[in-house]
């Protein structure tokens, strides 16, 4: 199992990166072409949320992506350390409108993730989140001596 982990700073100018290296990365994998534009736009809308959750949150720790190439599949892993509630609680000094906005921000993220993935997993908890994404490949062709 082969693993590339990418550390950025919570900046949305590092998100094209992240786009970048995980579809290289899938492509390398054997993740098919057909998908890379679905692996891209899942990629940029997980770590756009992270970002945007570390801001609000006035988090300064890096958005951590893990790249994870197994023998069939191809997973993704995006982390935030955005401490969440449980529903109905409101976060220390959250406003009411501003709080439903970034809740209203948040589900239509995951709802855009859950329309280009098939196989997503999302957990949250106090000490931040994680988007788990993951594709199957194929394996390379082999060559002919």
């Known amino acids: 199992m082969a693993t590339v982990e990418l550390r950025f700073s919570a900046l949305p100018e590092h998100v094209r ?11 390398r994998a ?19 949320r992270a970002v945007g959750l570390h801001q609000s949150g006035g988090i300064t720790s890096p958005v951590q992506v893990l790249l994870i190439e197994e023998e069939k599949q191809f997973s993704i892993e995006v982390g935030d350390e955005a401490p969440r509630t449980a529903p109905g609680d ?11 906005v ?3 921000e948040d589900e239509m993220g995951l709802a855009v993730i859950s329309g280009l993935v098939d196989d997503v997993e999302v957990t949250a908890g106090e ?4 988007i ?12 002919l001596p």
């Open 30 to 48: 054997g993740v098919d072409e057909a998908v890379l534009d679905e692996v891209r736009l899942a990629v940029g809308e997980a770590c756009t």
């Open 17 to 27: 990166t992240a786009r970048l290296v995980a579809a290289a990365v899938a492509r």
């Open 90 to 100: 409101r976060a220390p000094g959250a406003q009411g409108d501003d709080l439903d």
């Open 132 to 143: 788990r994404m993951t594709w199957p490949t194929t394996p390379p062709a082999a060559t």
């Open 127 to 130: 000490h931040g989140g994680q």
């Open 102 to 104: 970034e809740t209203e």
